[in-house]
T-cell receptor, first 115, second 113 residues
Framework: GAGVSQSPSNKVTEKGKDVELRCDPI?????LYWYRQSLGQGLEFLIY????????KSGLPSDRFSAERTGGSVSTLTIQRTQQEDSAVYLC?????????????FGSGTRLTVV | GENVEQHPSTLSVQEGDSAVIKCTYS??????FPWYKQELGKGPQLIID?????GEKKDQRIAVTLNKTAKHFSLHITETQPEDSAVYFC????????????FGDGTTLTVKP
């Protein structure tokens, strides 16, 4: 597609449930990133995929968070046993390469609310 | 790792005035500096970027300057319009960041008509 697509756009879940967030990057972009943005806050790095390399998981806040990227394209971020502090907007971005020399194209995000 | 500081956190200007947002970074190996604009309910959008071999870049009403010696870069918006109101993020990255951009905390710009 022309841009980065994220689904769902909004998700309300009960505390303790698992959720899956999906990201469709721009075709041909080899790098894919997940960030979290709490209300009125900055961008918190979560995880980064580059080609076939092992992902950089250094930003995942706990072992309840995991992500995978299938076939070098679509990525899914999974949060298990959701907590209220997980409520935030989850942003996905892709980049032409993972060299740090190209800008990101962000999706519109998934707003997660844990009640 | 890289650390990016952004100032001010909020900025209010009158329509037609100029706005300047400043960022400093810590890793001298960083060599790519993008700026993003985030409107309410949307993801950040890349509006301009600069690489370390260039000191200044301009695109219509927006310009970015880079001082590698001092490790700071700035976004300049001239002739501001109400539609420029948004949150602006600076970022820094390079090979040593393993490809990840480090973002500033953002500046909320309000342009009053």
């Amino acid at each position: 597609g022309a841009g980065v697509s994220q689904s769902p756009s909004n998700k309300v879940t009960e505390k303790g449930k698992d959720v899956e967030l999906r990201c469709d990057p721009i075709s041909g972009h080899t790098a894919l990133y997940w960030y979290r943005q709490s209300l009125g806050q900055g961008l918190e790095f979560l995880i980064y995929f580059q080609g076939n390399s092992a992902p950089d998981k250094s930003g995942l806040p706990s072992d309840r968070f995991s992500a995978e990227r299938t076939g070098g394209s679509v990525s899914t971020l999974t949060i298990q046993r959701t907590q209220q502090e997980d409520s935030a907007v989850y942003l996905c971005a892709s980049s032409l390469e993972g060299t740090g020399l190209y800008g990101y194209t962000f999706g519109s995000g998934t707003r997660l609310t844990v009640v | 790792g890289e650390n990016v500081e952004q100032h001010p956190s909020t900025l209010s200007v009158q329509e037609g005035d100029s706005a300047v947002i400043k960022c400093t970074y810590s890793d001298s190996a960083s060599n790519y500096f993008p700026w993003y604009k985030q409107e309410l309910g949307k993801g950040p959008q890349l509006i301009i970027d600069i690489r370390s071999n260039v000191g200044e870049k301009k695109d219509q009403r927006i310009a970015v300057t880079l001082n590698k010696t001092a490790k700071h870069f700035s976004l300049h918006i001239t002739e501001t319009q109400p539609e420029d109101s948004a949150v602006y993020f600076c970022a820094a990255s390079g090979y040593t960041n393993a490809g990840k951009s480090t973002f500033g905390d953002g500046t909320t710009l309000t342009v009053k008509p």
